[in-house]
């Protein structure tokens, strides 16, 4: 039997879960899910900044968890690009049992400079640097309990990391 399970691409904001979800979407043959787009086409447009600055980041967080558990049962299986939000809720961490995790992981820093590289996500604080660490703090130890596979971005690059899960999935 073909191992085929969902594959879902996590980690803070600017981890580069999209550039790493669509290799893997493509190599594989899959559709792709990424949160941030989709949301974005299905609520008029809206991104990710727009939504918690408008109508509040826990409508955003109820919107991120829901396009993850409709991606998780869509069949034949997707990749998917899911918000840093999900493993917050226990819901989406029960829900990523069958699936293969592949948690995008970096320092805050590293990420910080990333995300000055486009508006659509988040700023919940000036200090972008600050804020990651606090993210970090709380959401670290969940990405750990979900992940199957753990990749420090500051050090490869999405090539090398859908690469590495690619290889993986040759074994299982």
Known sequence: M???PPIVVTGL???GKSS???ILARELGRPLRDSDPDLAARYGGATAAETAA???VGVL???EARHLREA???RPSVVTAAAASV???PACRRALAPALVVWLDAPPAVLAVRMLSSGHRPHFEPDLAAMLTEQRAVRGPLFAEVADLTFDVSALTADEVAARVLA????R
Request: hydrophobic share 30%; net charge negative; proline share 0%.
């Open 54 to 56: 408008r109508e509040g």
């Open 72 to 74: 998780l049962a869509e």
């Open 13 to 15: 904001m600017g981890a």
């Open 20 to 22: 790493v979800a669509r």
């Open 168 to 171: 993986s999935l040759e074994g």
């Open 61 to 63: 967080h109820e919107r």
């Open 87 to 89: 493993v917050e809720n």
């Open 2 to 4: 073909k191992y085929d």
